[in-house]
Structures are given as structure tokens and as C-alpha cells.
């Protein structure tokens, strides 16, 4: 799911900002801020879930198929919504059925393989006995219900009016929790149902809109009709959808690899100049998802643009119901028909396999397209991504709605969740194993987990990634890299520090590139980095004049600095940098003699103004001097208690 807000506001700052345009895509320039907007927006429509979510137990039988007619006419002058649905499941074991089903919804009556039965509801979860003497393989349960709809999540139902003739026009919008404000299901992510009809309640030049192809339109005896929409694979609970208002509609073709992909455009009648001029977008974002991931999953059906009131978009499977269709969200959603329909994360904990992929496909975008913003794309996220020192990618609580949704954590440090591993296996191998993962007999149209993409790029690459996965996903915090070097002619030596901000990672372990520049040469070496301090030395055909650290952004890091020091050789010598300092002091012990090394300042007066600090196992020491005033001070150094040595250096 991705959002906007102050669209118009986004259009003009774009604008001023870049004037560099290029005719692939209409809207194309990255906005900076894009994603700070997307959070902000969706805080403003997701409700605080601090009770806990309960959900039915509902793990004792199986969705095979689902039959929705839903009359949402009545919900536009403050009636109630009513309907029915048509289940046939496999029942596993027991002599009970539970649905989530919001409180405040009531069901009306219950049939079950064509004989009534009870029905209880208690709370958001109803509970419907099997008759007695019923033992059929499938089962078939219809269920009428009505009520008064109450939005929960991102607004899970919405109601409002739209254009200047103030039309009436209403949407779903389930994700996470919000299906069972507005009909009876199963909410968990254990169970897609193979495949679904739905019946829409539609009068005059209302259209109704859901997943899948549009199979008829049947006239009502009361003049109403009925929009019969059909989807043919297996779909989450929370991916169906409907909208209902006075939609204009076009057509495009995407001539992908794997063939042609209708595609069908359903927005108010207000924005057909917009949305024909913006199409481009969606078409040229299939074509290069065609080449990189395989075909469109949901090929025997179409892929549509439903256009809806709220600020953002929503992946609902086969027909993303967008606020726009500009680069980035068109981008977004259509990534999701891949990562999050095809394969649906099993856990809200891994939320990350929906929205990182998500995002990071539309930087991928942006680098196929618009090369000049793909920096911009990384640098946004990558401070993004280190916005919260202590926090993982994996949700640590699935009853907070902005938790599991947050944009620094669930979008921006996963998407560089992948493109550290595309930094760590190639390109090749990279794009190779995620069209494996995508294909893998045990995940298509079904659901997934990280040890799921874990499996599938260590068998294609070869390559051991517990630990990457381990450090990245699941635990916390982010690195710090404080690199030295120093040069003798052609002679460079190297040493490489790092910090982390969260202490359940003691140290990342992984390649990482330095950059080696001269006046007419330049080169990058990836080096593997297995622990704080490490030291290479290189002999170079040319003089080298300047290193740095990761500068394509190949690694999520923060507060990263690079010092050239006279001699990276000389154990006798301790190095402070900078030299003179603003906020911290480094002090780097060259010496190995030593456990552990105590450092404490003094002013010109011998008046201890930093107190003393010891440290254990680390080479470069960080001292806070912010609180000093200008002058010149004094570090004292112990090595196991001993006097090691002075050194002195001014504050500015």
C-alpha cells in the first residue's frame, strides 16, 4: 500500500525542484519526500489497535470458493449494508464454523448444505453449529447479514462524494483488519479462497467495480442491476474488493514478453484528461516487470486502475484502486500483483515482504527510466531506513496498524533489505533467484515467509544467508563505518571500523565496497569485512588521492566518515580525528598490546573536563566533547591502567 497527501502541493514542489524531464513517463520526477508524505498520510487513516486483534478460530476448514452479492445502495443515505455470502470450504475437523464478522454486523440467517442452523455471535467472531447428520466432503454455507458498517484500518469502507456534481461513490479497503467491518470472512493469513463471483447492487449510470473480468450486467426487477465481476485464482481475504460510482472507463494493451495484458482504467469522469495522459506510467511499469519477475500473475483475467477518494493506493488483487496514477504509486501498486498477491505474506510480522519489495520496485523504476533520481531514490530511503536506530524490519507488534505499516521500517529499511542483497549476489544471481522465488511450486499463489525468499536465493546463488537475514530482518539497528587509510607512493593501507546503533547486532558482517579515485583512474573493491578494525593493504599502479566509503549507497549505514592518517603502520602513533572537532572526538589506538583502553581529557589548567572511559575490544574510541568550549585540551590514554601516552588537540 502506498499514499499522497496535498497532491497538488507534491505537483509544484516537483516542479521547482527539478526541471529535468524526460518523455517515458509523464510525472516522473522523484520527489524526496514522497515517502515522508505516504507516512504522514496513512497515519492520519489508520486507527491505534492497543486492545490486541482477536481473530476466529477458523483453522479447521478450508476456502474453496466464495459467492458475494452486496447491496451498498442504502449505505449512501446513512442506511444499512446488507448481503450474502456463499461459501464452499473443506471442513477439517468439528462441529462448528467461526467468522470474523465486525460487532455492530449482524447475520440475519445461516443454511448450511440447504438446512438452517444457530448462529451466535460474541464480539467480532460468529460461531454457526453444523446440523446434525451433516458429513459432506464440502460443505456449503450461505450467510445473510446487514448492518451498520464501521471503518476500521486504512478506512475499510469508505463513503463520500466526488466531483463537481457531488456524486455519490463508496470503496473497501481491507488491509490489515478491515474485511469483517463489511462482510463475514476469514481473516487470517492462512487460507486463500481459489476463486470468487461477486454481485454488486448498481443503479443508473453507477458502475460497480471488483476483481478479476467484468463477466455481465443483470437487470433487477426494480430497475436496479447487478455488476457480476469474476476472479479465477486463489485470493486473501483482505485483496477482495468493490467500488461503486459514476466511473468513466478506457483501455490500453501492455505487448509484454509473455503477451498482451488488457488494461482497464476506471476513473471519475473529472480526471480523464489526467488519467489518459498518465497511462503511460502503468504500461511501461508492466513491460519492465514482465522482464524482470515473468509474466503478469493474474493473466487470465486483466489488470485494472479503479480510482477512489482516498489519498494513496491499495494492491487489491488483479485491480489496484488508486488516488492517481502517477509514476511512483502506479509503480507501487503494480509491483504488489507480484510481491504480496501472487505471494501474500503469512504473518503481518512480515509485512515487509509485501511493502519493501514494493518499494524497492518502484526505485527499480526509476533506475530503468529515470537513472537521474535512482541516487536520490537511495539516499531518501537509506536515511529512512536509519530513522529508527533501534527498530527491525520484521513488526514486532501486529496490533498496532502503524507499526505494521511503518514507512521507515516496513517500506524503506526493507526495500534496502533487497538491495543490499542484490549488492551482495550481482545483478544476475539477484534477479535470477527472485524469479525463482516467485515461481517455487510451494509459495505461487500462496502464502510466504522470509525463510521462504531466504531458501530460494541461497539455492540459487550458492551463497549462506542466515546470518544476513538474521541480523538484517529480524534483529535491529543499522552500522556505522569509520574508515582510515594511509599512502606510501603507491602503497595504500586501509582499516575499517564499525559501530552498531541497536547492541542486539554486535557486527554486520559483509562485503562492502571502497572507492579508490585518482586524477585519472578510478576503481571499486568489494572487501569482506568479518570484524571492527580489519586492515588491507594494496599496491596500486597509480598514486591514489581519495578514498571513500560505499559512495553508489550499496549498504542501509549512518554517520559514516573516511580520515587519511599519516601512517596506518606506525603502532607507537594514536590519531585523533577530526582534528579539530565539533561534537565527537575519534581517538584510534594503532597498538593491539592492550584489553582495554581508558581515555579522559583535561584543559590547559589540568582540570579534568571529560571523565574517564574505558573500552573493551575497539580500536577507535568516540569521545562527546559538544559541551567544550574553543581552546586547547588534552587526551590521556591508559592501555590495561598503564599510561600510555598524551595527545593534544584544539576544539573549535
Not at 446440523?131 to 476500521?152: K, R
Request: hydrophobic fraction near 35%.
Amino acid at each position: 500500500m502506498f499514499t499522497y497527501i496535498q497532491m497538488q502541493i507534491k505537483l509544484l514542489l516537483v516542479l521547482l525542484m527539478w526541471s529535468v524531464f524526460s518523455s517515458a513517463f509523464c510525472q516522473a520526477q522523484y520527489d524526496e519526500n514522497f515517502i515522508d508524505k505516504i507516512a504522514l498520510s496513512e497515519q492520519q487513516h489508520r486507527k491505534l489497535n492497543t486492545d490486541g486483534v482477536v481473530l476466529a478460530n477458523s483453522g479447521n476448514y478450508d476456502l474453496k470458493y466464495a459467492k458475494i452479492t452486496i447491496f451498498p445502495l442504502a449505505v449512501f443515505t446513512g442506511g444499512n449494508l446488507s448481503g450474502n455470502v456463499l461459501y464452499v470450504l473443506h471442513r477439517i475437523s468439528g462441529n462448528q464454523l467461526e467468522f470474523d464478522l465486525r460487532n455492530g454486523m449482524n447475520i440475519d440467517a445461516v443454511v448450511i448444505n440447504g438446512v438452517p442452523t444457530t448462529v451466535t455471535q460474541s464480539g467480532d467472531i460468529v460461531t454457526v453449529d453444523m446440523p446434525n447428520g451433516s458429513s459432506s466432503f464440502y460443505d456449503t454455507i450461505v450467510m445473510a447479514y446487514s448492518g451498520n458498517v464501521t471503518a476500521s484500518g486504512f478506512g475499510s469502507f469508505g463513503n463520500t462524494k466526488q466531483g463537481p456534481d457531488s456524486v455519490p461513490v463508496l470503496w473497501t479497503l481491507s488491509e490489515p483488519y478491515g474485511a469483517r467491518d463489511w462482510m463475514p470472512c476469514k481473516m487470517t493469513l492462512t487460507d486463500k479462497i481459489d476463486s470468487f463471483d461477486i454481485f454488486i447492487q448498481s443503479r443508473g449510470n453507477l458502475k460497480g467495480i471488483s476483481n478479476g473480468v467484468l463477466k455481465a450486467l443483470i437487470p433487477q426487477t426494480n430497475g436496479d442491476t447487478l455488476y457480476h465481476w469474476h476472479h479465477s485464482y486463489p485470493i486473501a481475504t483482505y485483496l477482495i474488493a468493490i467500488a461503486l460510482t459514476n466511473y468513466d472507463t478506457f483501455s490500453r494493451v501492455a505487448n509484454t514478453a509473455h503477451g498482451a495484458i488488457p488494461i482497464h482504467y476506471y476513473h471519475y469522469p473529472q480526471s480523464k484528461t489526467e488519467w489518459e495522459r498518465d497511462e503511460i506510467n502503468v504500461t511501461n511499469a508492466m513491460l519492465f516487470f514482465d522482464s524482470l519477475f515473468g509474466e503478469y500473475p493474474f493473466k487470465r483475467d486483466h489488470y485494472g486502475q479503479t480510482q477512489f477518494s482516498w489519498g494513496g493506493g491499495m494492491e487489491h488483487q488483479s485491480n489496484s484502486f488508486m488516488f492517481n496514477i502517477f509514476f511512483d504509486l502506479a509503480a507501487h501498486e503494480l509491483a504488489h500483483q507480484w510481491f504480496g498477491d501472487k505471494l501474500t505474506c503469512a504473518s503481518w510480522k512480515e509485512i515487509w515482504l509485501n511493502e519493501g519489495f514494493a518499494t524497492y520496485c518502484s526505485g527499480l523504476c526509476f533506475q530503468r527510466y529515470q537513472p537521474q533520481y535512482w541516487d536520490i531514490f537511495l539516499k531518501n530511503n537509506q536515511e529512512r531506513g536509519c530513522r529508527e536506530k533501534n527498530g527491525s524490519v520484521a513488526v514486532d507488534d501486529t496490533t498496532s496498524v502503524p507499526r505494521i505499516f511503518s514507512g521507515f521500517l516496513s517500506y524503506s529499511k526493507g526495500a534496502y533489505v533487497l538491495h543490499m542483497l542484490r549488492g551482495q549476489l550481482g545483478d544476475s544471481l539477484f534477479f535470477l533467484s527472485l524469479r525463482n522465488y516467485l515461481s517455487d511450486s510451494l509459495l505461487v499463489y500462496n502464502y510466504t515467509r522470509t525463510v521462504d525468499l531466504q531458501k530460494n536465493l541461497e539455492q540459487t546463488s550458492g551463497k549462506t544467508l542466515h546470518r544476513f537475514f538474521d541480523q538484517w530482518v529480524f534483529k535491529r539497528g543499522y552500522p556505522s563505518y569509520q574508515l582510515l587509510w594511509s599512502k606510501r607512493e603507491q602503497n595504500l593501507d586501509l582499516q575499517l571500523f564499525q559501530t552498531t546503533s541497536d547492541t542486539s547486532v554486535s557486527f554486520f558482517e559483509m562485503n562492502t565496497p571502497i572507492y579508490f579515485k585518482s586524477s585519472d583512474w578510478d576503481t571499486t573493491i568489494w572487501v569482506n569485512h568479518t570484524y571492527s578494525g580489519q586492515q588491507w593493504a594494496w599496491q596500486f599502479s597509480h598514486s591514489i588521492d581519495s578514498v571513500y566509503f560505499d559512495p553508489e549507497r550499496w549498504i542501509l549505514s549512518a554517520n559514516n566518515a573516511v580520515y587519511e592518517v599519516p601512517d596506518l603502520n606506525d603502532e607507537s602513533k594514536i590519531f585523533l580525528f577530526p582534528n579539530p572537532p565539533m561534537q565527537q572526538l575519534n581517538v584510534m589506538i594503532n597498538g593491539r598490546a592492550a584489553e582495554a583502553y581508558t581515555v579522559s581529557v583535561f584543559d590547559v589548567q589540568g582540570k579534568l573536563v571529560v571523565p574517564e572511559q574505558t573500552f573493551s575490544n575497539r580500536y577507535v574510541l568516540p569521545l562527546d566533547v559538544s559541551t567544550l568550549s574553543q581552546g586547547e585540551y588534552t587526551v590521556k590514554v591508559l592501555a590495561d591502567r598503564k599510561y600510555l601516552k598524551s595527545v593534544k588537540f584544539l576544539k573549535r
